[in-house]
């Protein structure tokens, strides 16, 4: 086990609702990155927080926001959903950003938006 | 944009043999991760290479970079059912990270 913790583990929502995702980060670690992943394909990096800013942005639209709190932990916002943002969603933690850092993955959240 | 391509996209190989699945790269690879995902669930790292020419083991998993830092190989020898699962290759990317399309292993007992 990686330490890093998700919940919840899975969700059903409706189009148009909006959903929170939460994130514990393994211990030690102050960087969190959230990746979203459809079935069939690879993660996609949605952003990533290091110290409570966002440090990066993936292709993805304002409604997914985010934030990390003082003790590193994290949330993933998405508002008005819809059918395509039906996906897992993965965040991992590492002890710094930038290259070089391995990152350590919880075990998900799947969302599914009717 | 760095993109990495993987082959094949699945493999169904007899148990005890042997396996490589490919990972190559658009751009230089500066940092190859090597992770494995049991369908639905979070990934787990295997192994990260840096430098050309780097090759690393773990168990009976043997993962490596070539020398011009574009392609990444990881190869199981003597497959067990324990190594099913879906192998993606991540590469770094500023602050993110890139992955490949990823490949499904089947270990047939």
């Known amino acids: 086990e990686t330490g890093v913790t998700q919940s919840p583990t899975h969700l059903i929502k409706t189009r148009g609702q909006q959903v929170t995702l939460r994130c514990s980060s393994q211990?030690?670690?102050?960087?969190v990155s959230w990746y979203q992943q459809a079935l069939g394909q690879g993660p996609q990096f949605i952003f990533q927080?290091?110290?409570?800013?966002?440090?990066g942005r993936g292709n993805f639209p304002p409604r997914f926001s985010g934030l990390q709190f003082p003790n590193y932990s994290s949330e993933l916002n998405v508002n008005a959903l819809e059918l395509d943002d039906s996906a897992l969603y993965l965040c991992a933690s590492s002890s710094g950003q930038g290259s070089g850092e391995t990152q350590y993955f919880g075990p998900g959240t799947r969302l599914l938006v009717l | 944009s760095q993109e990495l391509e993987q082959s094949p996209q699945s493999l169904i190989v007899q148990e005890g043999k042997n396996l490589t699945i490919n990972c190559t790269s658009s751009k230089t690879l500066y940092g190859l991760y090597w992770y494995k995902q049991k369908y639905g669930e979070g990934l787990i790292f295997l192994m990260m290479?840096?430098?050309?020419?780097e090759e690393k083991s773990h168990e009976k998993i043997t993962a490596k970079l070539d020398e011009k830092k574009q392609q990444s190989s990881l190869h199981i020898t003597a497959s067990q059912p324990s190594h099913a699962g879906i192998y993606l290759c991540?590469?770094?990317?500023?602050?993110?990270?890139?992955f490949g399309a990823g490949t499904r292993l089947t270990v047939k007992p």
């Open positions: 211990s030690g670690h102050n960087t």
């Open positions: 991540g590469a770094d990317n500023n602050n993110d990270m890139r």
């Open positions: 927080y290091y110290r409570e800013e966002e440090n």
């Open positions: 290479l840096q430098k050309g020419g």
